[in-house]
Every structure is written in structure tokens, then in C-alpha cells.
């Protein structure tokens, strides 16, 4: 840029790099997807269509982005996890979380006329906020996935007695409500199996647990043990060359992506798969 005396302007840009050696979280929600539900007549407690679009756009995101890990999405929310050692964009806050929340977006109305085709869209179009949370150590990383993917039954199994009581029982929803309050997860568990006949355990595996994001490395017959319980931050190694970032991105490029719906919560899960947090083998 040529120097001149409006340069000075510059100063004014504030620097918002995040810290090194921490995991970054970027989760992004849909705003106003209440009235876009309503509008498009999504169904309830949930809709298949509307949840594989979010995971459609998800996998176009990771597609477009090698340094993300992995993602894990509920509802209308995804969040999605960079490595420690991730440097893109030299790790500025803004930049990533912009490139995040609008390469979702447009992937959201893009394939949309895929899931919805007799119902295009029509402004207000579908958008998205989004934010970054730092973790320094794989335990609080971990137990945040843990957080949301328990927020997905208790609020799936709340849902889903919610509108068996109303579709099912002809029950208004305020009273349904009132029905509800104060009860635990075993008395919705008999409202729903005792009146309608419904087993939650054997609802969808998508609508119970979230859909987790990633990519096709194999799992380990022998699971790792490493202990992460004490883990207090990240070990310091030497960053990959620019040559082997390239090859670790071209690597990442051909590898399939998947979508799954697991149980994140157990420890198994990830010492069966040591290279999810960093999204190479190890």
C-alpha cells in the first residue's frame, strides 16, 4: 500500500490474535430460526430434513477448511474445533470467526432447495452468528463437546414429551408446560411410553446425541490410555515446516468425511481415535 497521509487511519484497527497453544472453538447459532421453523414448517420435535442441511453445510465447511478437527452440531448450533497449532490467519479472532459463520451460510442457502424443494426461500433469508471460545488443555475441550452433547437429550427429551402431549394428546401447550415443570428425565421417560407408547431409546440416534463431524482416519483396535484428567496445558513441540503443512493438507483433502452420531461422553470414544484433536493421524 502506497504511503500517504491518510494512513494513519490504521492505527485505529485493534488486534484480536488469540492466544497460541489453545484450542479454538468457533460455534455458530441460527438467529431467529424460531420464526424461519415456523415459516417453513419445520416439523416437530424435530425435523430430519432441516438437521441434515445443517450437517450438509457442516461437511462443506470442513471441506473448505483443512485445519478444522472436527465439528459437533445440535438443533440450529455447530461448533467447530481448531487445533492448538492451528495458525490460519495468523490466528486472528475476527477473520476466522467471519470465514466460519459465512462459509456456513452460504452453504445453508446453497443446498437448502436439496432438503426443502417445494419450499424455497425467501427474505429474511437464514443467517448466522457465531463466536470464539479458547480452551488451553484437551479436558475443558472435551467436556465442552460433553456440555452441548448433554444439552442435545435433556432439551431432545424435553421436545419430544412436549409435543407428544400436544400432537398426540390434544393437550395446549401451555398446559403441557405446566405438565412438565419439575419433572425428571424417568417421568418423561413414562409419560411418553405410558400414554403414547413411544421408547425414547429408540428414537433416532441424530436426535438424541447431535451429529459429530469428521474426517475418515482409522479407529485403533487398541485404544490409547493416555490419562488427560491432569492435563493442565499444552505440550510444546516444534511447529511442521511449511512443506509438512502442505503435505498434512493435501492428506486431509482426500480423506472422506463423515457424519456420526455417538456417544462423545465416554472415554473410549476418543482413545480409540487420538488423532480427532489435532485432525491427522498420530
Not at 180 to 194: M, R
Not at 209 to 230: I, N
Request: aromatic fraction near 12%; glycine fraction near 4%.
Amino acid at each position: 500500500m502506497a504511503n500517504s497521509k491518510y494512513e494513519y487511519v490504521k492505527t485505529f484497527e485493534k488486534s484480536d490474535n488469540l492466544l497460541p497453544l489453545t484450542y479454538i472453538v468457533v460455534r455458530i447459532d441460527g438467529r431467529g430460526f424460531h420464526k424461519l421453523s415456523s415459516k417453513y414448517g419445520f416439523e416437530k420435535p424435530n425435523d430430519r430434513r432441516a438437521l441434515d442441511l445443517m450437517n450438509a453445510a457442516a461437511t462443506g465447511v470442513l471441506k473448505e477448511l483443512p485445519d478444522i478437527c472436527f465439528a459437533y452440531g445440535i438443533s440450529d448450533e455447530f461448533s467447530f474445533v481448531f487445533d492448538k497449532t492451528c495458525t490460519l490467519f495468523d490466528r486472528r479472532e475476527s477473520k476466522i470467526v467471519t470465514t466460519i459463520v459465512s462459509s456456513f451460510t452460504s452453504y445453508y442457502t446453497h443446498l437448502w432447495s436439496l432438503y426443502f424443494s417445494t419450499k424455497p426461500l425467501s427474505p429474511p433469508l437464514p443467517s448466522f452468528d457465531g463466536r470464539a471460545v479458547l480452551y488451553p488443555a484437551e479436558r475443558p475441550l472435551r467436556d465442552y463437546i460433553c456440555w452441548r452433547q448433554v444439552d442435545c437429550h435433556i432439551n431432545n427429551l424435553y421436545n419430544t414429551t412436549f409435543w407428544a402431549l400436544v400432537a398426540k394428546g390434544g393437550i395446549p401447550k401451555t398446559q403441557a408446560e405446566d405438565k412438565l415443570k419439575g419433572t425428571v428425565a424417568a417421568d418423561k421417560n413414562e409419560i411418553l411410553f405410558k400414554n403414547y407408547g413411544i421408547n425414547y431409546n429408540e428414537e433416532p440416534e441424530i436426535f438424541k446425541k447431535g451429529s459429530f463431524v469428521y474426517r475418515s482416519f482409522d479407529v485403533l483396535d487398541t485404544p490409547s490410555t493416555r490419562d488427560v484428567s491432569d492435563e493442565c496445558g499444552p505440550v510444546l513441540s516444534s511447529p511442521a515446516s511449511r512443506i509438512q503443512q502442505e503435505k498434512e493438507k493435501r492428506k486431509g483433502d482426500k480423506m472422506s468425511i463423515l457424519v456420526d452420531h455417538l456417544d462423545l461422553i465416554k472415554d473410549d470414544f476418543w482413545h480409540r481415535r487420538p488423532w480427532l484433536l489435532s485432525g491427522r493421524p498420530r
